[in-house]
């Protein structure tokens, strides 16, 4: 039995993850840290502690299987994407908090490009939005408040990268700075045509950086590492991905109209729409869904900021629940939502409405609505925010859905599960494994140690899977969504 070591690097905790070549997860350890908030809008990570736990996962996943870990034929890496880490050259030890991709201080200068119109150019080089979500303004941010820090990295005494580059540089100890193109790709200085960095993006951003991580293919070698000498033989890393594509790879959607939903806090939707590049005029971004034997596949991508903390609300906020798992029984017990709509949109609504100061809302409250009324609005609202953005894809991409694919917590939920499949008259096709960003990871890795011979092979494995067949008549689909949109617009007004 081939056994792989992985890490899933995430915005909450890093996870160490024993998997075997036919995609069984066998053990995995779980390290979460701390979050750090020092202004409203600002959100924090400690680089160092991320690095000392992914030690720490390694180590205590090794205590636990001892000759596994000894026998694994490779190392692979994904993780949280957008979070941009600054650190010393000889030591690789960070000089200041990772920024998170959450963290909101670059807004001011993202208006800036936006009112003098260069927020055109970013897009089509980059396929992305002009927004803070993306590392760029954050490193503007940092030139005018932190000079010291932007000095260093003018002279090149100080390095950049995501957390993939960042991590690989502390575990090889300083002989490999890189990333691969999933992660680059969602920098704002990364252009999706030429598949390169472009000085000229870093400009509009007003930035001077001497050096920038080398790019490589996530089927790649990034060194190796024993990590501080807790392996007795250092592993090749092998297979680096950001974790959303890391979750489209693992699902195997290889082919254009092929999606996946991974249903988080909030919810990654991708689509790929093959190996030219398309824009979507309705704020879905266009991103690298991974290169492969040089040759890129793109994808959509639609990020809705608030679904599944929409159960996390009923619980902790409202008390209408004491375990997200009553959600299930509740909404089935009632034959329908009895005319309510829960609109998610507690931290504004993202595509396809980009509506950045939309507040959440429930309509339709009547003296004989109950709370499992509410309950069940809450989870079709879930499936209403992602079947929006399903369909503004399909139709900006000109493309047919051919499969749809979903992972992620919330698909334990089978009354949500089900929704999803009826309202987009579509098979929903449920992985039973929750860990898919660190299990596309290892796919990439086996790609690049020959372990696999190419994708044909991957579809092959025998991954277990819950299948969901839409019942619901098109003529209520229908009805249901004129609510729903309704709804909507009283949101956006």
């Known amino acids: 039995m081939t056994l792989i070591l992985a890490i899933d690097q995430s915005t909450s905790a890093t996870k160490a993850m024993l998997f075997n070549e036919n995609a069984h997860l ?23 502690e991320i690095y000392q736990n992914v030690l720490t996962a390694v180590r205590s996943l090794k205590e636990k299987n001892p000759s596994g870990l000894y026998q694994a034929a490779w190392f692979s890496l994904t993780n949280q994407r957008e979070t941009i880490v600054i650190f010393d050259r000889e030591n690789g030890k960070p000089l200041n908090h990772a920024i998170v991709w959450q963290d909101r201080r670059g807004e001011e200068f993202c208006s800036s490009l936006r009112k003098a119109a260069l927020s055109q150019i970013v897009q089509k080089k980059t396929g992305l939005l002009v927004d803070t979500y993306f590392p760029a303004s954050k490193l503007t941010w940092i030139k005018n408040n932190l000079p010291d820090l932007n000095e260093r990295l003018v002279q090149g005494t100080a390095l950049i990268g995501t957390i993939d580059t960042y991590l690989i540089y502390r575990l090889t100890h300083g002989k490999v700075y890189a990333t691969d193109h999933t992660n680059a790709s969602r920098t704002l200085f990364y252009d999706i045509d030429t598949l390169q960095w472009d000085r000229s993006l870093l400009s509009v951003f007003e930035l001077s950086i001497a050096e920038l991580p080398e790019i490589r293919e996530s089927a790649s ?29 693992a699902e195997r959607c290889f082919q254009p109209g092929m999606a996946k939903v991974t249903f988080g ?15 979507s005029e309705n704020g879905i971004v266009t991103a690298i869904g991974w290169v492969l034997n040089r040759e890129p596949t793109y994808a959509f991508e639609g990020i809705t900021n608030f679904t599944g903390a929409v159960i996390a609300w009923l619980k902790d906020q409202l008390g209408l629940i004491h375990d997200p798992a009553e959600t299930e029984s509740l909404a089935a017990s009632v034959p329908d939502h009895g005319g309510v709509y829960f609109v998610p949109s507690f931290v504004g609504m993202g595509a396809p409405y980009w509506k950045a100061d939309a507040q959440g809302a429930i309509f339709g409250l009547t003296p004989g609505v109950k709370k499992e009324h509410i309950v069940r609005a809450a989870l079709e609202g879930i499936g209403f925010t992602v079947t929006d953005v399903l369909r503004i894809m399909g139709k900006d991409a000109d493309m047919p859905l051919l499969q749809l694919c979903a992972d992620g917590g919330a698909v334990r939920n089978q009354f949500l599960m089900q929704f999803v499949a009826d309202i987009n008259q579509r098979e929903l096709i449920v992985s039973t494994l929750p860990e898919l960003s660190a299990l596309g990871a290892v796919f990439s890795g086996g790609l690049a140690c020959g372990y696999y011979t ?32 309704q709804s909507v617009q009283k949101i956006l007004l």
């Open 26 to 48: 066998l053990d995995h350890v779980n390290v979460p840290h701390q979050q750090y908030f020092p202004k409203s809008g600002w959100v924090e990570h400690d680089a160092e």
């Open 454 to 485: 190419d994708l044909q092979s991957l579809q092959q494995i025998d991954m277990s899977v819950r299948r969901y067949l839409p019942a619901m008549p098109a003529e209520k689909v229908n009805d249901l969504f004129a609510g729903w949109n």
């Open 221 to 249: 070698c990034f060194g190796e590492t024993d990590f501080e000498g807790i392996l007795e033989k250092p592993l090749m890393i092998v297979g680096v991905m950001g974790d959303s594509q890391a979750a489209l790879f």
């Open 265 to 279: 806090t909030g919810s990654s939707i991708l689509l790929n729409i093959g190996h030219e590049k398309k824009y």
